[in-house]
Nanobody, 119 residues
Framework: QVQLVESGGGLVQAGESLNVSCTAS????????MGWYRQAPGKERELVAE???????NYALSAEGRFTISRDNAWDMWSLRMLSLKPGNTAIYYC?????????????WGQGTQVTGSS
């Protein structure tokens, strides 16, 4: 089992930057991939960025160039650096993790952290 806790959300002005972080506990050595998803009001949850132990990193088109996912060497903490935030980036940001290499769906999710971009 893996437990995940997000932190770092808040209210930011348009154009400002923000880091959100995820701390993992439990069977962290079993984590194969980690990522960030977000759910905006009235919309489906969507991928923002993800990375895995095979060195692959994937970004949503809307995140490329402005958002960066990073992690520590122990694979128990990862972050999302968001530059030039816009009101449209307002969402709850979730950090998921999965232990399966073949199965692409994420089994473990945090409770989410609210990011609100104001104009």
């Amino acid at each position: 089992q893996v437990q995940l806790v997000e932190s770092g959300g808040g209210l930011v002005q348009a154009g400002e930057s923000l880091n959100v972080s995820c701390t993992a506990s439990g069977s962290v050595t079993s984590i194969y991939a980690m990522g960030w998803y977000r759910q905006a009001p009235g919309k489906e949850r969507e991928l923002v960025a993800e990375t895995d132990r095979d060195g692959r990193t994937n970004y949503a088109l809307s995140a490329e160039g402005r958002f960066t996912i990073s992690r520590d060497n122990a694979w128990d903490m990862w972050s999302l650096r968001m530059l030039s935030l816009k009101p449209g980036n307002t969402a709850i940001y979730y950090c998921p993790a999965r232990v399966e290499r073949v199965v692409a769906s994420y089994a473990y999710w945090g409770q989410g952290t609210q990011v609100t971009g104001s104009s």
